[in-house]
Every structure is written in C-alpha cells, then in structure tokens.
C-alpha cells in the first residue's frame, strides 16, 4: 500500500513521538496522572525503551510519505496500537493504516478504553463491532473493550 512501511530502528524516536503526544491528547482527560504523562512517560523514555527492547517494532508498520505521520502495531491480527500525528488527525492517515492492517495483516480485533469514544467510533466506521467483552485496564478502575471485525 502507498506510504506503508514496515517501522525500523531509526523511526523510533519518531515513533515515541507520536505515542506520547497521543497519549497525553487521548488518555490524560481520563487518568489526569500529571507524574506518569509528563514525568515518566515522556519520548525520551520511550524511545529508551524501544531502544533496549527492538522487538517493540516487530508487527509495526509506518505511514511514511517522506515523514513519518502514524504508525500502527498488529500482532497475530489483534490491533495493538495505532496512532497518528495528532496534528494530521482527518487526512486519512488512519484510515491507510487501518486498511493496511486488515487488507495485508489479517487485523481482525482489538481492545480499546472505553472512554475513548472517539477511538471506538472511528473502528466502527471500519467494520468493527463492540463484542460485549470487556476487562479492566492494568493498575486502573477503567475498562477495556474488545472490538472484532464483522
């Protein structure tokens, strides 16, 4: 697919990057936890983290049309991750990714906060359905919910 790659080692900066930033846009509003969002989980930690453990970007792949924009992480067709630029959020790049996934990964599920409404609405515009499955979030009060491609 145009623009897809698989992630490689220098990415990783880039990749913190991103997941950081939409960490912090997406997940913060719920947790509010000021020491992890802005203290531990920053892009230094994070690429430190890549870094000392490579097989992170296994099952990564990259939107990469000169920079990289999103990146999404599937394993064994269960979504692990997929994030955007939160700047170029609506341009489609998510939409690529999650195509690429399930056209050439065989995506077929994933867990997402269930507070994260916008996540779970853009999945479901994809062909994702709410199983009814839910678990709590590690170390949280929140829950989790499975979507599984119809």
């Not at 698989?6 to 990783?12: F, L, N």
């Not at 920053?42 to 690429?47: C, G, M, N, P, V």
């Not at 453990?53 to 000169?66: A, H, L, Q």
């Amino acid at each position: 697919m145009k623009h897809i790659r698989p992630a490689e080692t220098g990415d990783v900066c880039r990749l913190s990057e991103i997941e950081v930033f939409n960490y912090r846009l997406n997940f913060y509003p719920i947790f509010k936890n000021d020491e992890f969002y802005f203290k531990e989980y920053t892009t230094e930690s994070l690429s430190e983290t890549y870094k000392m453990n490579p097989e992170m970007i296994k099952n990564t792949y990259v939107f990469d049309d000169g920079c990289v924009k999103g990146f999404i992480r599937v394993t064994e067709g269960v979504i692990q991750k997929l994030f955007v630029e939160p700047v170029l959020q609506g341009k489609g790049i998510g939409d690529t990714l999650l195509t690429y996934a399930i056209r050439e990964r065989g995506a077929h599920s994933l867990w997402a906060l269930e507070k994260n409404v916008r996540a779970i609405a853009f999945y479901e515009r994809h062909g994702f359905m709410k199983t009814g499955d839910k678990m709590l979030e590690d170390d949280t009060d929140e829950y989790l919910v499975q979507l599984k491609r119809r």
